[in-house]
């Protein structure tokens, strides 16, 4: 599969914030419960809010295509990470999505490759990012590109509160 990869323009935002929460319920929506992916959906990760996140300054989104398809997204944030972090240098992987038909398809190799070109380039000497503790699949592909738990924290989706593992790995 020939994948090619850009950087999102304030004019791709209505595009990131589609393919963000139809990448986001098509992942999760089958391990937790309608009410609180609906609620989620609709109060905290909105098509607005997502809008708006493009082009802001500290985010960057790149975008990943298969010929003209769309295949996958990350979004990385630069800023202070969570204090047990230890590295003010560092970039934040803040999601990381293939589209549902793309899994497997070396869409997430080929952004995660990208996201710690990006890190290098900027200087960081760390990427970190967060990841639902059930999210085995997830975490199994972030443990093989050496990525170590440091820490946890709390998400809240919906009414339902789960815990997320914060992995880090030197870039």
């Known amino acids: 599969m020939a994948l090619t990869l850009r950087t999102a323009t304030r004019q791709d935002a209505v595009l990131i914030a589609d393919l963000s929460q139809q990448t986001f319920y098509d992942a999760f929506a089958a391990d937790n419960r309608p009410e609180d992916m609906e609620k989620f959906l609709k109060e905290q990760f909105t098509r607005g809010r997502l809008i708006l996140e493009v082009g802001r300054a500290g985010l960057q989104f790149l975008l990943a295509y298969e010929s003209d398809e769309v295949a996958g997204y ?3 944030r630069e800023g202070p990470g969570p204090r047990t972090l230890g590295s003010s240098n560092a970039l934040e992987i803040a999601r990381l999505y293939a ?3 793309m899994i497997g398809r070396g869409v997430g190799k080929a952004l995660m490759q990208a996201s710690i070109d990006e890190a290098k380039a900027g200087g960081k000497d760390t990427v970190w990012l967060g ?7 997830a975490i199994e592909f972030y443990t093989r590109w050496g990525f170590e738990k440091f820490d946890e924290t709390d998400f809240v989706l919906g009414d339902d509160v789960q815990r997320d593992w914060l992995m880090r790995r030197k870039v």
């Open 131 to 137: 990841v639902w503790e059930k999210n085995q699949r």
């Open 99 to 101: 589209v549902s038909n």
């Open 74 to 76: 990350v979004k990385l």
